[in-house]
């Protein structure tokens, strides 16, 4: 494979795209373990498995849009919406099941009022607990963190797709170029944030340098990849 | 397979384990390999699925090392992050490298792996001593597994054939999930202060067996009847392994009875 303009432009996507899913993470809010039992605002559940379950399905949403295009605005925005509408989904049945069923009311603890609602945060939070549910701003936070890793997944498969023509290949990669992204915003976060509002989320600026480094490395090896016959 | 026998605090240098499971993973696979193009059967492909298992040990025995500092995420994102980096490599070196594939893949996937520890510990300030080295052991041990599922699934180690028979049906993601869990799982599962490095490792031994069974059901549809010998080999494999592991599991725990069922006035 000769390098020319166009694979430069490829590496590019890919490096965006890794950036998107690496920022992307931070705007979602992973609860992990502690959440899972109503202890802290979010998702119950790890940044990967969030990450994974929204950035797949907007895989398979831009996949979908690729089939009959390629216009590379409608297969990132396919992949964008199919990751939020995941995102939203796992998010609201989430809720019911604080609300509903474990009985809680969505609070953060992480703000004194809700920047989006104006509501007060402090009285609704249990005491010995750090908020518990998904309280308005991380519900919008969360739709922004699959927005912005639907859209670099698919920018992701977009630009593998066109070097390798192999939709079963260009997708795994995406998998994988996605996971680690991931995975290393999330040591950035230790593994729980609620959201933009959460302090933790001025440390977006490292995830960016590790993100930024990590998919031009591995954007590098994959475009060197073909799709075989 | 070089994990020391049940009883005892018997600890295996990391060493050892480094050089017995990529050894192994990379004989494994071209024993398979070269045997089955030699004899022009698809028969010695359960021997790729042995060098997995091997591969996999040492990934568990890396698991250990860098989760045993906590590192806030959960057991189960090393273990996709260690699939993710070797998936690329895997794939990258099979598709330059003709039959040397697996010692690129596996060159390329230490180079990635010690390069995004060194970023973890760099950049993002995690600040663990082990995070390049056991990263590095993480890749690599993708890396192979990735490549070993892939011969055992083909029964060749060639491009175009893997492409076709394991990419294009998308068994891939059935190998990349079995091969994360795989790594993952065992340290997951026997994590806390009672944690003992043999329980683990056996404990290893079992769940890679599953990743082998799961790609000898694959293997069913592209090689025919040689993936049924591999199942059984996997699930003779895995039988010795998790019962060496509940021996274990007995030894370490304070005690194991069979409490029966609640009386039927209590319920």
Redesign the interface.
């Known amino acids: 494979m000769i390098f020319d303009a166009n694979t430069a432009l490829y590496i590019i996507e890919i490096v965006i795209g890794g950036l998107f899913v690496g920022v992307g993470v931070h705007f979602v809010p992973v609860g992990?373990?502690p959440a899972a039992m109503a202890q802290a605002t979010g998702v119950g559940t790890?940044?990967?498995?969030l990450a994974?379950g929204s950035g797949l399905t907007g895989l398979l949403s831009a996949g979908m849009m690729m089939s009959v295009t390629d216009n590379i605005l409608l297969v990132v925005a396919s992949g964008a919406v199919g990751a939020m509408i995941m995102i939203d989904a796992t998010m609201v049945v989430g809720n019911w099941s604080y609300i509903y069923g474990v009985g809680v009311p969505p609070a953060s603890a992480k703000v004194d009022y809700d920047p989006i609602t104006k509501n007060p945060q402090p009285p609704y939070v249990s005491q010995g607990t750090v908020g518990h549910g998904i309280p308005t701003v991380c519900y919008v936070s969360g739709t922004i963190g699959g927005l912005l890793g639907g859209a670099g997944g698919s920018l992701i498969y977009y630009a593998l797709m066109n070097i390798n023509h192999?939709p079963?290949?260009s997708g795994?990669?995406a998998?994988?170029?996605?996971?680690?992204n991931a995975?290393?915003a999330?040591?950035?976060i230790?593994?729980?944030i609620e959201g933009f509002h959460d302090p933790k989320f001025k440390r977006v600026p490292?995830?960016f340098?590790?993100c930024l480094?990590?998919s031009l490395?591995?954007g590098i090896?994959?475009v060197?990849?073909?799709?075989?016959? | 397979m070089s994990v020391a026998a049940g009883g005892g605090e018997a600890k295996l240098d990391k060493k050892k384990l480094m050089i017995y499971g990529i050894g192994g993973g990379i004989v494994g696979i071209y024993l398979a390999g070269i045997l089955n193009m030699a004899m022009d059967t698809n028969y010695f492909s359960f021997l790729a699925g042995l060098g997995v298992i091997a591969v996999i040990v040492m990934g568990s025995e890396a698991v250990r090392m860098v989760c045993a500092y906590g590192i806030g995420t959960g057991v189960p994102s090393i273990g996709m992050m260690a699939t993710g980096m070797g998936l690329v490599a895997a794939m990258f070196g099979l598709s330059i490298g003709g039959i040397a594939g697996p010692i690129i893949g596996l060159v390329v996937a230490v180079a990635f792996g010690y390069f995004i520890g060194a970023m973890a510990n760099k950049i993002i300030k995690m600040n663990i001593p082990v995070m390049e080295e056991s990263l590095t052991m993480l890749a690599a041990a993708g890396a192979i597994t990735l490549i070993g599922l892939s011969v055992l699934v083909a029964g060749r180690i060639d491009y175009e054939l893997i492409m076709g028979s394991v990419i294009d049906t998308g068994y891939i993601a059935v190998l990349f999930i079995a091969g994360s869990l795989a790594i993952l799982h065992p340290f997951n599962a026997n994590l806390g202060p009672d944690e003992t490095q043999d329980r683990t490792l056996v404990h290893t031994i079992s769940t890679g067996a599953l990743a082998m069974i799961a790609g000898g059901i694959a293997s069913i549809a592209i090689i025919g009847s040689a993936g049924i010998l591999t199942i059984l080999i996997a699930a003779v494999v895995w039988l010795w392994a998790f019962r060496w592991y509940f021996q274990l599991v007995k030894r370490d725990s304070a005690g194991v009875v069979g409490t029966g069922l609640l009386p039927k006035g209590e319920m």
Do not use: P
């Open positions: 992990g373990a790890g940044t990967v498995q994974a192999n079963g290949l795994m990669f998998i994988g170029i996605f996971v680690v995975v290393l999330s040591y950035n230790q593994g729980t490292r995830a340098q590790a480094v990590a490395v591995i090896i994959a060197l990849i073909t799709g075989g016959a």
